[in-house]
């Protein structure tokens, strides 16, 4: 491992945060504040979620296309198969195409709350790599159909994301090595990188990526982070995801009363895996904001990936 001190090079890391769309409209200011702090850190892209079954789908479209629109930031779509038919996803694509849009993450996706043992129907999306080559589908006959389209792709070329879960996916019951022949599969389908789900010690990443490495995936993994500032927002990842958070993490945010001191706890933390995992060969950090930008600079700025606030 490298200097815990030292600051990495900028231009040969990523930098790309994760946000949630605002549900209600009166949020929509604060949301808009933080991400154009986010923005404020130059970073490669901003992927933007929405929730079980696209409940957030029309928010997380009008954001996108603000950020096409009006920020010098590119945008990740995020996409997923549940509640969804071929038809509809076609329609999101080809809109968010029209808008402008080439990067898209391509998700499976959580089951609607009200419906956990939701199946996809007959003939629909039933997983990340068939949306995978639906996207690529939808792009190709684009292309074909219409020359500005092709030129378009020409300099521009249409990405596609998947995910990745080093630790295995807790709600799928997979383990590593499962997860990196899904990840084969997706690269074969046409995914160009991949975002990690959260994890918690370097090694889980580093292992991971040396077994698809070996395995035949040649993509970029991208190290996904949440800064655990937050020990309520630790537990309720873990009751969402199924990946536990360190008893020691855990431990030393409860230890803290001054919320200023549990800040630095957290950031202290976060910082450190990002550095291992930047020092191991990961291509850049990936970061799960929850809407809050000062936990994330924070982090960028402690592990050296940030200038120093003057």
């Not at 769309?21 to 901003?46: E, K, N, Q, S, Y």
């Not at 190290?223 to 537990?235: S, Y």
Request: hydrophobic content about 40%; glycine content about 8%.
């Amino acid at each position: 491992m490298s200097d815990p001190n030292c600051s990495h090079d900028r231009g040969a890391v990523t930098l790309s945060f994760e946000v949630m769309p605002p549900r209600r409209p009166h949020l929509a200011p604060r949301f808009w504040a933080t991400v154009d702090a986010l923005i404020g850190a130059h970073p490669d892209f901003v992927s933007v979620t929405y929730g079980a079954a696209g409940q957030d789908r029309s928010s997380a479209r009008s954001v996108v296309d603000r950020l096409v629109r009006d920020t010098p930031v590119q945008p990740i779509a995020h996409l997923t198969c549940v509640g969804n038919s071929v038809a509809e996803v076609s329609q999101v694509v080809t809109d968010y195409l029209d808008t402008g849009v080439r990067t898209f993450l391509a998700l499976r996706g959580d089951p609607p709350a009200e419906d956990p043992s939701w199946t996809p129907a007959p003939g629909g999306v039933s997983s990340a790599t068939q949306l995978v080559t639906l996207i690529r589908a939808l792009e190709t006959r684009r292309c074909e159909a219409h020359p500005g389209a092709a030129l378009r792709a020409a300099f521009k070329p249409l990405t596609i994301a998947v995910a990745a879960f080093p630790g295995g996916n807790p709600a799928a019951g997979t383990t590593p090595e499962q997860e990196v022949e899904r990840l084969l599969v997706k690269q074969a389908a046409g995914a160009d990188f991949a975002i990690t789900q959260l994890f918690w010690d370097a090694d889980t990443y580093v292992s991971f990526v040396e077994r698809a490495r070996a395995c035949g995936v040649t993509m970029p993994v991208l190290a996904g982070l949440l800064p655990p500032t937050d020990p309520a927002r630790l537990r309720r990842v873990t009751d969402l995801t199924g990946i536990e958070a360190p008893r020691g993490i855990l431990d030393g945010l409860s230890a803290q009363d001054d919320p200023v001191l549990r800040h630095r706890f957290g950031i202290h933390e976060g910082a450190r895996i990002a550095r291992e995992v930047l020092a191991a060969g990961a291509p850049g950090v990936h970061l799960y904001t929850f809407n809050r930008s000062a936990p994330a600079l924070d982090l960028l700025q402690e592990a050296g990936l940030l200038d120093p606030v003057t």
